[in-house]
C-alpha cells in the first residue's frame, strides 16, 4: 500500500520519475511495507529495512541493505564503493531496463525477505579491525578528553573518522582532518552531523 509520507518522492520533478514509479510498483507487489527513512523511500518487513529506491547524476538503484548476504546468481548487485560492508545494489539507467528485469528484481526482493525471516546478520568490522592512522593515534595519547570523547562515540560514527582520516594520503592532509574535526569529536558528533 502506497504511504502517503513518500508521495512527494515519487511526485517531484526529476530525471528518474518513470524509473522510481516503476520500482515502487514492483516493491509495493513484493507484499513490502513503504516507509520514508533517510529522505528516501525504503520498503521494510516486519520493521526491518529490505529495500530502498534511491538515484544519482548517472543511474537510479535499488539498495538492497544485506545485499552481501544475497546469492546474486545474476550477478547484478553492485557494492557502492569499498568500504560499504552490507548493502549492494541494483542500478538502472532506463526504464526499459526495470520492465525487463521485474521478475528477477522480484526474485532478489523475495530472497532479501527470506533474508530477514530468518533473523540472518551481516557480520562487520569491528571498529578495532579499521586502519588506525598514527595522527590520530597520538592525538588520543596525548589528550584524554579527546580520547574519551571518540570512545563514547557510537561504533558506525568512530568508524566513518578513521575511514576519513585514513583516506587522506600525506600525514599533513590526516593531522589537517584531524585539527578540523577536534571539536566535532568533543561534541559527540559523527562527521557528517550539524
Excluded at 590520530?136 to 576519513?164: I, M, S, V
Aim: glycine share 6%; hydrophobic share 35%; aromatic share 12%.
Amino acid at each position: 500500500m502506497k504511504n502517503p509520507k513518500v508521495d512527494f518522492f515519487f511526485e517531484k520533478d526529476g530525471e528518474w520519475q518513470p524509473e522510481y514509479n516503476k520500482l515502487r510498483e514492483i516493491m509495493l507487489d513484493c507484499g513490502l511495507i513503504e516507509e520514508l527513512k533517510w529522505g528516501v523511500p525504503c520498503y521494510t518487513y516486519q520493521k526491518s529495512n529490505v529495500v530502498l529506491i534511491h538515484g544519482f547524476k548517472e543511474y537510479c538503484a535499488l539498495l538492497f541493505h544485506k545485499g552481501v548476504l544475497l546469492k546474486d546468481t545474476e550477478d547484478i548487485l553492485v557494492q557502492q564503493t569499498e568500504n560499504v560492508q552490507s548493502a549492494r545494489q541494483l542500478r538502472f539507467t532506463q526504464y526499459q531496463e526495470i520492465v525487463d528485469q521485474e521478475s528477477t528484481i522480484k526474485a532478489y526482493v523475495f530472497e532479501a525477505i527470506e533474508v530477514e525471516k530468518a533473523g540472518l546478520k551481516v557480520p562487520l568490522k569491528k571498529t578495532k579491525e579499521f586502519n588506525m592512522p598514527e595522527e590520530f593515534q597520538k592525538a588520543l595519547d596525548e589528550n584524554t578528553d579527546f580520547r574519551g570523547a571518540f570512545e563514547r562515540l557510537t561504533p558506525g560514527r568512530q568508524r566513518g573518522y578513521l575511514l576519513y582520516f585514513s583516506q587522506a594520503k600525506q600525514s599533513k592532509t590526516r593531522e589537517s582532518r584531524i585539527e578540523k574535526y577536534w571539536d566535532h569529536i568533543l561534541s559527540g558528533k559523527g562527521l557528517n552531523d550539524e
